[in-house]
């Protein structure tokens, strides 16, 4: 069952996007992050917390490699429970990022 389908865009700047609070028991959840191009280097992490004021913990992070042409992908994925949960851009000096976050109980 599907307890969090949530949807995110950053468009050429840092820092945390809107946190959602998980509805219910999450068990599993995939944190999907693609680009159309991606000029620079670009990287986000998965951030978790008990409420909305935090503190917030780094649950994984990656990157995205530079390219001017080819569109990029990355895939983070945790494992709960959680109560609330975020992406947080860590360099996004350009472009824009859209991000798809799936859990499941």
Do not use: H
């Amino acid at each position: 069952m599907i307890i969090i389908d949530q949807g995110w865009t950053s468009t050429g700047s840092s820092g945390a996007l809107a946190a959602v609070e998980a509805k219910g028991p999450v068990s599993q959840s995939v944190l999907y992050c693609e680009c159309s191009t991606v000029a620079s280097t670009q990287s986000f992490s998965l951030q978790t917390a008990a409420n909305s004021s935090g503190p917030w913990v780094t649950e994984g992070s990656t990157s995205l490699a530079a390219s001017a042409t080819v569109a990029a992908a990355a895939v983070l994925r945790l494992t709960g429970p959680y109560g609330w949960v975020r992406p947080y851009v860590n360099n996004n000096s350009t472009g824009q990022m859209n991000f798809r976050l799936i859990g499941v109980r």
